[in-house]
């Protein structure tokens, strides 16, 4: 997959639970840890709005993009 969820990183450098952080979003903390073990397909622009601002951070934190062959574009 192509995107990679860093919440756990996010999480352990904020020194915070992902139980704390499902009580402050208000989301389950059984689809906060969907998210964070990349399980889901698609994430709300008002979720990832509350995580980011509760953990002080910005989306690029704890989403990132990988490409599924970066050789390509080295070759280009």
Known sequence: MPII???DRVLADKKMKLNDLAD??????VNLSN??????KAIRFSTLEAICEILDCQPGDILEFVPA???SCEND
């Open 24 to 29: 402050k979003v208000g989301i389950s903390n």
């Open 5 to 7: 969820i860093r919440l």
């Open 35 to 40: 998210l964070k073990t990349g399980k889901v």
């Open 69 to 71: 062959d970066s050789d």
